[in-house]
């Protein structure tokens, strides 16, 4: 049912008749429920089980958590219950007795590479450090905006690695198969190795092949083939129709959508066919990073206006045709697009899924402080993680994030290790550069945690903040590698 | 998009609602979902 804050039952009724809706819409008149129940924002769910337990209970629709709390919902009612684990194995303080940890870092990620290098930096040679990656290459995720338009190559945003091993950190080129919690271990196709300490830092997977016809329709952002493809498009683009779609909530980095187009926009007016094309952005967000102050959000749209991109917020996406070209929302609005840049579909890695550690957010969820999950010595950074904010929201993904993180964990392990207190936290803390295009960028970083709202300063765009964009870039790369 | 500043947290997965206490219908035998929002 729509319960409706501040709306009569008339109101309640007409809205009901408009939008032709098969279901209850109910009127909150002096907004007593809406106080109540919710942070103050809409849309905000709430999905009760039959015994009256609230399963799911957020703001921004977060597809991932929603399905997973409606299969938990479901397993109540078969009876099957999510089993429950115990570990059987030594302890982390136990095996501290034997004066030789093994830390295991699952992805060689943001989150994976900094905990590593911070672990190596403040353990002794007899404790052993392992980093798992399936790819051979680390890959700076955010210079894929700048591959895109043709400002970088392939070989400039991505490092072996192999080269972790020059620092003391063992790298396993392999794909993690099983998360064993029960026995400690950890399967990769060829390997089982155990561990007393588990860093899953995995990231967030992205499934465009959900999306039927999206391989023949769209270019994804958020790939290195995709951002390949965008290029070429472009290059071969003499005119239409641009949009940027953001397919599904959440996806990493909020900025990143505006980014491309802001990027796109500036990349077709030096190519002399801006007056000949059109941009649009259509995604389901109420305003642009909407767990940002109302501010942001209002700033970035005006500057989309300002370039002429048109913006299109709570376009909940449904389906491509490509036959057509189009793309529908779940209210029936097509649009046709000439070339389309999307966000795909987000999730949790499989190994995640089967391992248990899994929340009914369908991300993992951990401390906001320690990022420790309910398990023992085990840890969850990042995109894979998911942190509750004050607003009800969650901690956006992004590498900022999970790069702060890795921090206060490898400190927090490195303490346990060597048998001091330890007392970091990680506090909330977060910045973001957004690419304008033409060299420029704007600014913004504070404090995600703050309550009742991230408190946030936005600090005028410019040509200094790309540059520090480029220089953190290039920073990046030497520091790791 | 926010509505009220003056609002709390919202109610917490795990905890417990009675809808029809609220003065909410009960939508099935499933479950029910809640939804508040704004018409646009
Ligand atoms: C286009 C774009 C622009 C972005 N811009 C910014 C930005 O400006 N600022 C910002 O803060 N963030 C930005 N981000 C987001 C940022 O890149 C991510 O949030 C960050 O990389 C998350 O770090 P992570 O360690 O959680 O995961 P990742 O960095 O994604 O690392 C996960 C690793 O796990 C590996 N892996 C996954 N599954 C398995 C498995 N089963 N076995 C073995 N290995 C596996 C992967 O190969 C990967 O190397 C951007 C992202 C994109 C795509």
């Known amino acids: 049912m729509y319960v409706g804050p501040f709306e009569t039952t008339e109101s309640c009724d007409e809205w009901k008749r408009e939008y032709d809706l098969a279901f209850p819409v109910v009127p909150d008149a002096d907004g007593a429920l809406f106080r109540r129940l919710t942070s103050g924002w809409v849309p905000w769910s709430i999905l009760v089980a039959p015994d009256g337990e609230v399963v799911f209970s957020e703001n921004e629709f977060d597809e991932a958590g929603f399905g997973a709390a409606i299969s938990q919902l479901l397993a109540k009612q078969t009876g099957v219950a999510p089993t429950a684990t115990e570990s059987t194995q030594r302890t ?11 830390v295991v870092i699952l992805g060689g990620g943001v989150g994976g590479i900094v905990a590593a290098h911070n672990l190596r930096a403040s353990l002794g040679e007899e404790h052993r450090i392992f980093v798992i990656d399936r790819s051979p290459d680390h890959l700076f995720q955010s210079s894929l905006l700048w591959l895109m338009v043709g400002d970088r190559r392939e070989h400039q945003i991505r490092r072996p690695l192999e080269r972790l091993t020059r620092r003391g950190i063992e790298f396993v080129h392999d794909e993690v198969v099983e998360i064993d919690l029960e026995r400690r271990l950890v399967r990769t196709r060829a390997r089982t190795l155990d561990f007393d300490y588990l860093i899953v830092a995995l990231g967030a997977r992205t499934v465009p092949e959900s999306i039927e016809g999206f391989g023949e329709m769209a270019h994804d952002l958020y790939s290195l083939e995709g951002s390949r493809g965008i290029k070429n498009a472009l290059d071969a683009f003499t005119g239409g129709k641009v949009g940027v779609l953001v ?38 967000e109420h305003q642009p990073m909407p767990v940002a102050p109302a501010a942001l959000g209002a700033s970035i749209v005006e500057m989309l ?21 189009e793309i529908v929302a779940a209210d029936g609005h097509a649009e046709k697009v000439d070339l389309l840049i999307a966000v795909p579909p987000h999730q949790a890695p499989e190994v995640v899924r089967s391992s248990g550690l899994l929340g009914v957010s369908g991300w993992i969820p951990v401390d906001p402080g320690t990022l420790r999950t309910e398990h023992e010595g085990v840890f969850a950074i990042g995109d894979v993680s998911t942190v509750r904010l004050p607003s009800g929201k969650s901690l956006p993904k992004a590498g900022v ?81 | 998009m926010k509505v009220l500043d003056e609002s709390g947290k919202g109610v917490a997965a795990g905890s417990k609602l009675d809808l029809a206490s609220l003065g909410l219908p009960v939508a099935g035998r499933r479950g029910t979902l809640v939804v508040f929002w704004k018409r646009q």
């Open chain 1, 92 to 102: 982390p303080a136990a095996r501290r007795a034997s004066k030789a940890a093994t």
């Open chain 1, 247 to 284: 397919t599904s909530m959440p996806f990493k980095c909020p900025a990143a959508p505006y980014e491309a187009a802001f990027l796109v926009e500036s990349f077709l007016r030096a190519k002399g066919v801006r007056d000949r094309s059109e941009i649009h952005v259509y995604t389901p």
């Open chain 1, 305 to 325: 206006s300002a370039r002429g991109i048109q913006y299109h917020p709570l376009f909940t996406f449904q389906k491509m045709r490509p036959e057509t070209r």
């Open chain 1, 401 to 481: 994030f999970a790069h702060n993180q890795a921090v206060v964990v490898a400190r927090q392990i490195a303490d346990e290790i060597r048998g001091r207190r330890d007392g970091a936290r990680f506090d909330g803390g977060g910045y973001c550069w957004i690419e304008l295009g033409d060299g420029r960028a704007g600014f913004a970083g504070g404090n995600f945690y703050h309550d009742p709202e991230p408190r946030l300063r936005v600090a005028r765009p410019g040509r200094a903040w790309h540059w520090g964009k480029v220089a953190f870039e290039k920073w990046w790369l030497r520091r790791w590698f």
